[in-house]
């Protein structure tokens, strides 16, 4: 079955610091990547999303994340994060080509950042 | 400026009971989808439909129901609520199919929170 791991769960970081969190997904075929956010008290918002061409897609707010295939993985970046990016953070997969748009979401990393 | 409807927000109910989560979207998308959240576990998908008269099962139905007469509503269904289902339930829709991908992705409501005692 296809699953979506992130790896890092919780992630505390200072304010103007680098970000990466890690994605990697399992499934052989072609997929469709995105990472949704969670701010506190609210829904999941969509902040990148990659079909197809350029690995390297840019989202809202700074965020962008790279698509290497021969490794599964999907890692969101941001240069320099800012305490209003605290949040919960999904990585989430749908094979390419069908299957209702359903889509299988990791397991979330929970970032906060700090002053 | 509505998107997705969730009601109710926030929800206690008592075991065995039953509740009926309401969901509406009004920007006509065929496919819905009922997911819950929990803590460390992220979204697991309990149904969705394919459009008006077309639901199946996800990952996780065992407990619930679901109808779509429109395409407009999902309501989702607890016939006899357990502490199990204690969790954030969230809807959300999607256009059809990668034609659309310029604007995909899902579109989620704001949540009910439910908790069975």
């Known amino acids: 079955a296809q699953s979506v791991s992130q790896h890092n769960h919780h992630v505390i970081l200072s304010e103007a610091a680098s970000l990466e969190l890690g994605c990697n997904y399992s499934?052989?075929?072609?997929?469709?990547l995105f990472w949704y956010v969670q701010y506190p008290g609210q829904h999941l918002q969509l902040l990148l999303k990659?079909?197809?061409?350029?690995?390297l897609v840019k989202g809202i707010k700074g965020f962008e994340a790279e698509f290497i295939k021969s490794k599964f993985s999907f890692n969101l970046r941001k240069p320099s994060v800012q305490w209003s990016d605290t949040a919960e953070y999904f990585c989430?997969?749908?094979?390419?080509?069908?299957?209702?748009?359903?889509?299988?979401f990791g397991a979330g990393t929970r970032l906060a950042v700090h002053p | 400026n509505a998107g997705v409807t969730q009601t109710p927000k926030f929800r206690i109910l008592k075991i065995g009971q039953s509740m009926t989560l309401q969901c509406t979207q009004d920007?006509?998308?065929?496919?819905m989808y009922w997911y819950r959240q929990d803590p460390g576990m992220g979204l697991k998908l309990i149904y969705y439909?394919?459009?008006?008269?077309?639901?199946d099962k996800g990952e996780v139905p065992n407990g619930y129901n679901v109808s779509r007469s429109t395409t407009e509503d999902f309501p989702l269904r607890l016939e006899l609520a357990a502490p199990s289902q204690t969790s954030v339930y969230f809807c959300?829709?999607?256009?059809?199919?990668?034609?659309?991908?310029?604007?995909?992705?899902?579109?989620f409501g704001s949540g009910t929170r439910l908790t069975v005692v």
């Open positions: 959300a829709s999607s256009p059809v199919g990668e034609a659309t991908r310029q604007n995909y992705g899902y579109t």
């Open positions: 499934y052989g075929g072609t997929v469709n």
């Open positions: 990659y079909f197809s061409g350029d690995p």
């Open positions: 989430a997969v749908k094979p390419a080509g069908g299957g209702y748009n359903k889509l299988i």
């Open positions: 920007m006509n998308h065929n496919y």
């Open positions: 439909s394919v459009g008006a008269g077309i639901t």
